[in-house]
């Protein structure tokens, strides 16, 4: 302003011996033309203190986010993505947790985007039933995916503070896993028949695009808290008294709940009474489902008397703290009989379906009567983070159990089948369980386990835990002419490990079988540790770069509860036994 106030008065004085008409006009031109170039210098000194200053914003956001960005699968996605975003600004980024709340952001509006063509591909004629079906499927999951982002976003904002470290690490690593997990889901509906893969293929770029954003959100989560608690470590590496933590507990290795005081059914009041025989408040599971609370932080138990329930029940994502108890596992049955080759989807064909976190069961079965030749029909999905299962059965034939996402724990359970029984992408503990395969079809393998992992950083897989893995009566005499393995790769990452377990002389030497030729051979995780029985030994196992036999027990013990599924934060509030340790 003080130079413009110079320019003005030179103006002024050099006018004074002009006439006065010609000075007036003049003087007006003159201190308009100066303003004019005075307004011009100023605007090229601004823009380019302002291009200074946007060039200073752009490389320090865009080295965040670079730096963010590295540790991911997809690198260029990531940068591109998020660095061109409206929010990404110096003002908003100045921390990798910004770069993931933002990639957060931009992937919830991926999902309601792919929620919007999926419904208008509903509207469409000439669907078949199946398609509808696995459409449905895949709102089912995008509703879930939503929650997931958002509980997401929850606690990335109350990170570090709100919990252990350690306890939010595998928080947010299980959501994003999870979130993962519903965009293959989605896809796996439509791959039956050549129909179906049409709308795959209208579906797969906007799912696909989810799924690696998640991927590059969780790779970015990992890196972050990996790098957090190894710093805290540091901090308490002289503090020789702490063994171990799980989850910000310490939990010495020989503390099993099996010296607890368990929770008995005649110490538990249940809420409800499902009887079939009208004695009790409903005579089906289904409605008794449905006039539970929602989102209740109380347990809400109901008891099922003994009977057999012919009916296909679920437990939505908003019933929670549900638990079902039984009369028995012979007794209390819930059996259904849906199947793909009748024109299910899989994940629509499970007998029971629980997605409201904290689900409990006990003293049940959970059964699909399709059969061997019926394909695909699943007894019981499991979708519920901090699930438990105690004395339940899971019977059926290809299928059984669909392990789905999340984490969730089987204790003193028995679970029976053919091809891939105990399938799915949860972080999954089996603990003395009697797993056993049945006698499938004419031509057919068993495989007891078909884990979905699809990225190297999702916390999730199948652990077999202190269980006995064998044949059931109809398959033992017969067992030479049906070969059964441990398991195979349905997805790339696949990651199965059976410790500390019988293994019956039914599985085959080789232990393990390829998917489909080499894939994912080298990426899988297959392991096994110190197992017994007579189809335990090695010696004759693959030589998968993936499978190993695992030797130490400090690197057998991240696949115990206490560990995979951070079980020291929620196993005892389930009453239920089980052990933290190896």
């Known amino acids: 302003m003080t130079r413009i106030k110079e320019l003005l008065t030179k103006i002024s004085d050099s006018g004074k011996h002009i006439s006065s008409t010609k000075k007036h006009k003049k003087v007006i031109l003159a201190v308009f033309g100066s303003l004019v170039i005075v307004a011009a210098i100023i605007g090229i000194v601004a823009g380019v203190n302002s291009r200074n200053n946007s060039d200073e914003t752009d490389t320090s956001h865009h080295a965040i986010v670079k730096s963010a960005c590295s540790s991911t699968r997809y690198p260029d996605l990531c940068f591109s993505e998020v660095a061109t975003a409206p929010a990404a600004t110096s003002k908003n980024v100045k921390s990798k947790k910004d770069v993931i709340e933002l990639s957060l952001n931009i ?209 939505p994502k908003k019933k929670t703290n549900i638990m079902f108890l039984g009369d028995g596992r012979t007794k209390t049955i819930i059996t259904g009989q849906r199947n793909v080759v009748d024109g299910s989807t899989t994940f629509h064909s499970a007998t029971v379906a629980v997605v409201g976190e904290r689900f409990l069961a006990r003293s049940i079965t959970f059964q699909n009567t399709a059969g061997p030749s019926k394909h695909q029909a699943v007894a019981l999905r499991v979708g519920a983070d901090l699930s438990a299962f105690y004395e339940c059965d899971m019977l059926a034939y290809q299928d059984t159990l669909y392990a789905h996402s999340n984490r969730q724990f089987y204790v003193n359970c028995i679970i029976a089948g053919t091809v891939d029984f105990i399938f799915g992408n949860a972080a999954a ?91 994912a051979l080298r990426t899988l995780f297959y392991g096994e540790y110190r197992n017994t029985g007579a189809g335990a030994g090695t010696s004759g196992r693959v030589i998968w770069e993936g499978y190993k036999v695992i030797t130490s027990a400090s690197e057998a013990q991240a696949y115990s509860p206490g560990r995979f599924i951070a079980g020291g934060s929620w196993l005892n509030s389930t009453g239920f036994p089980f052990s933290l340790g190896l």
């Open 429 to 519: 503990v089996f603990q003395n369980c009697d797993i056993h395969a049945r006698r499938p079809n004419s031509g057919q393998k068993n495989m007891v386990t078909a884990q979905g992992r699809t990225d190297p950083n999702q916390n999730t897989g199948i652990v077999i835990q202190k269980c006995r893995i064998g044949a059931t009566s109809d398959l033992q005499s017969v067992r030479s002419n049906f070969p059964t393995y441990l398991g195979r790769p349905w997805k790339e990452y696949s990651r199965t490990v059976v410790m500390q377990s019988v293994i019956s002389d039914v599985i085959h030497p080789a232990g393990w079988h390829e998917w489909s030729g080499s894939f």
């Open 107 to 315: 992937t919830t509006t991926a999902v309601e985007h792919n929620y919007f063509k999926i419904k208008k591909l509903l509207a469409k004629n000439g669907l078949t039933e199946r398609e509808k079906t696995a459409l449905h499927d895949c709102l089912e999951t995008i509703d879930e995916t939503l929650d997931e982002l958002h509980e997401a976003i929850e606690d990335l904002h109350e990170y570090p503070n709100q919990k252990s470290l350690t306890q939010h690490a595998d928080d947010l690593k299980t959501l994003m896993s999870a979130a993962m997990t519903n965009q293959e889901t989605c896809l796996d509906g439509f791959s039956y028949d050549a129909a179906d893969k049409k709308i795959r293929k209208v579906l797969i770029d906007g799912e696909k695009y989810v799924e690696r954003m998640c991927s590059n959100t969780l790779a970015m989560i990992k890196n972050m808290t990996d790098t957090d608690i190894a710093n805290e470590m540091l901090k308490i590496s002289s503090n020789r008294k702490l063994k171990e933590e799980e989850n910000g507990i310490a939990w010495p290795e020989w503390l099993s709940a099996g010296d607890r005081r368990l929770l008995q059914s005649s110490s538990v009041t249940p809420d409800v009474v499902v009887a079939a025989d009208g004695s009790g408040n409903y005579k089906t599971v289904s409605e008794a489902v449905a006039k539970a609370p929602e989102r209740s932080s109380k347990r809400y138990v109901i008891r099922i008397k003994e009977g057999v329930y012919r009916e296909n029940v679920e437990v």
